[in-house]
């Protein structure tokens, strides 16, 4: 079997089972009653079922980790059972998390720990050589929660979440191919499947939520496989940021702004750009349409010119972080006027 033929069996795998896993959550959503009520903090308008991440968790341990030692050079199961130990405690804990709300301490520290692990195995190889390799761990550790939880807080409308996934992991999938690296490109492509086959039940309208079940794992993931790349090519470092900057900077500038005004930033809000722009009558459609343009016109090329060029693979990254951050304020800016205006208008 050629190596194209097997990432393509391995991501129509990962497809069937993500499929057939939300599928399975929907109906035990409704059966439970597990759903996501409307409210002022939110941007849908009915209740609707919450869960739906499993097929991603499901996608991501059950075929993807099994591929990408299976297709790898050398397979190293310890290796593949420490992600999957990680992954599996994400998920368990926004399964939890789903069903009843748990305090930050215990999701956090499931975060951390999990990310330990993951970091673990990402310096091992390096630290072989030179134990002084270990000193990145506490700062890896740190972009690996960040990552957790940067796209559990973009997890906030139709489509957005799994359409990011699907950019993100293909991308990752496409460098490890690059490299020659079948096994991480399989993990890559079989968790951007997993996200596929749940945006069949989350596209605009959703019939069910991912919930932190799959947010968690799904941002977890993106973590670990650029940490593989990275680990086997490190001048790749720079396309791996770009890949995902879209969410980092939406994310981080939004928490940022939060902590210092004071606000409870872990608490549920919508002042994301993308949730601007629903308040603002943007559909949900519409607003993932103008992140994936964002994603394609903007991010894609300057990800492939960091590729291509990797000694300027850290000005393309400050490029994508600055053009973004310049969206993020200039919109919020817009939003802001424009419902100044509507209110404005309204009182009249």
């Known amino acids: 079997m050629t190596p194209i033929l097997a990432l393509a069996v391995v991501a129509a795998c990962a497809l069937v089972l993500s499929v ?22 939110r941007s849908h ?15 991501i341990v059950l075929v993807g980790l099994p591929a990408w030692q299976l297709l790898g050079p050398a ?23 789903d069903h009843a709300p748990l305090p930050v301490a215990p999701r956090l520290a499931v975060h951390v720990g999990a990310a330990l692990l993951v970091g673990a195995i990402a310096l091992a190889p390096w630290a072989a050589h030179d134990a002084r390799a270990w000193g990145w761990l506490i700062p890896l550790v740190a972009v690996l929660v960040g990552f957790i939880n940067a796209h559990n807080f973009m997890d906030g409308i139709d489509g957005i979440l799994g359409q990011q996934g699907l950019f993100v992991l293909s991308g990752y999938g ?29 596209f605009p309208p959703a019939r069910i939520f991912m919930g932190d079940v799959g947010s968690g794992a799904l941002g977890l993931a993106i973590g670990a496989v650029a940490a593989l790349v990275v680990q086997h090519a490190p001048v790749l470092l720079w396309a791996c940021l770009i890949l995902p900057s879209a969410f980092l900077v939406d994310s981080g500038l939004t ?6 005004g004071g606000q409870r930033w872990y608490a549920p809000h919508r002042q994301h750009l993308y949730q601007w722009l629903v308040r603002l009558n943007w559909s949900h459609a519409r607003t993932d349409a103008a992140y994936m343009s964002w994603n394609l016109a903007v991010v894609a090329p300057l990800a492939w010119l960091a590729t291509r060029w990797p000694v300027h693979g850290a000005w393309c990254f400050a490029a994508a972080c600055l053009a973004a951050a310049a969206v993020w304020y200039g ?16 009182r009249e």
Not at 20 to 36: I, K, N, V
Not at 75 to 97: E, I
């Open 20 to 41: 057939t896993l939300t599928f399975a959550a929907l109906a035990y959503a409704r059966r439970r009653g597990l759903l996501d009520p409307p409210g002022p903090r």
């Open 255 to 260: 928490l940022a702004r939060r902590m210092l």
């Open 174 to 202: 496409l460098l490890a191919a690059w490299l020659g690296e079948a096994g991480i490109a399989a993990l890559a492509f079989a968790a951007a499947a997993g996200c596929l086959g749940f945006l069949f039940f989350n």
């Open 45 to 59: 308008k009915l209740p609707t079922p919450r869960g739906g991440g499993v097929g991603i968790a499901g996608a």
């Open 75 to 97: 397979p190293d199961r310890m290796s593949a059972a420490m992600v999957a130990v990680a992954v599996l405690a994400v998920a368990l804990v926004g399964w939890r998390d």
């Open 331 to 346: 919109g919020k800016r817009g939003c802001l006027d424009a419902l100044r205006q509507r209110r404005a208008h309204e």
